[in-house]
């Protein structure tokens, strides 16, 4: 039976305090280069504890009751520098630099070389994911364009050139994952929203060539970045009814925290909309009907039958009591608007 108004997180999830040092993590900006000094765990432990957190993390988000799982990210430095890092063509030991949306300076892996995927980076995540729910399961990758943008071109003639060979390694990855058993693959985009003239210049062109040929129900995210560094919010978004004309089925988008105009989903009514309805700047949960009053905002612009209910963002930056908290919160408040479409 197709569930109404399926509930999923964005991607992470709050990993624990004995696995990850949080206040390390949480007092710079997300690391873009290798940041190995952040494990509390011993290298020779570490894939062991990695495994047992993303076993909790399932195990979190089933207790909540949430339709589609995730592995909470729990081996990630940052949504991106896992892959990104570990492609051809980058000088990981001699980082460059480049802006972060934020607008100040940030260690980037350095580009010396052609970009190419030497081998699957995430496809055991995804195994290890698959054989511990019987739930849907999402796994999420970066980006072309976003990792073009978080890196210092010292080899390609321009940057599309760049972006459009890191969106090659993603549709290895991608192919290579939903052959390990993912229901669902999402490519984390931000920096479509923070850099909008370049995302139209090559953007949507590069997201599909990472999605060529790909099997299987993808999603694109796009945000306004991490509510804990970045905490303005602007009305809108900069760049969204473009992805109209992407190949993927699924567009991830935050409404909480900047109260989104949802009527801008009317321009992607070839989509199923990720509706965030969780303000991730604060602390305080939700209550279920503010999560409810979340989601009818939108139902005006978009069919229930195209909507999945998720935070804006990824929870890793929260308390792990808050981030369940609020996941709960969220799947309490669907569950209010399931049975007032019922009826």
Known sequence: MTILLPTSLVGSYAQPDWL???????????????????????????????DDATIHAIREQERAGLDIITDGEMRRESYSNRFATALDGVDIDNPGTALDRSGHPNPVPRVVGKISRRHSVQVRDVEFLRAHTDRKIKITVPGPFTMAQQAQNDFYETDEEMAYDYAAAVNLEIKDMFAAGADIVQIDEPYM???????????????????????GQTAVHICFGYAHVIHERPAGYSFLPELSACCANQISIETAQSSLDCSVLEKLENKTIILGVLDLSTNEVETPEVVAARIRRALPHVSPERVIIAPDCGLKYLPREVAFGKMKAMVDGTRIVREELSA
């Open 20 to 50: 990850i040092d949080r206040q390390k993590l949480a007092g710079r900006f997300p690391p873009r280069v290798r940041a190995l000094e952040l494990w509390r765990v011993a290298p020779e432990f570490l894939e062991q504890a990695q």
């Open 193 to 215: 929203q923070a850099r909008p003239e370049k995302a139209r210049e090559y953007g949507v062109k590069t997201l599909n060539r990472a999605l060529e040929g790909v099997e």
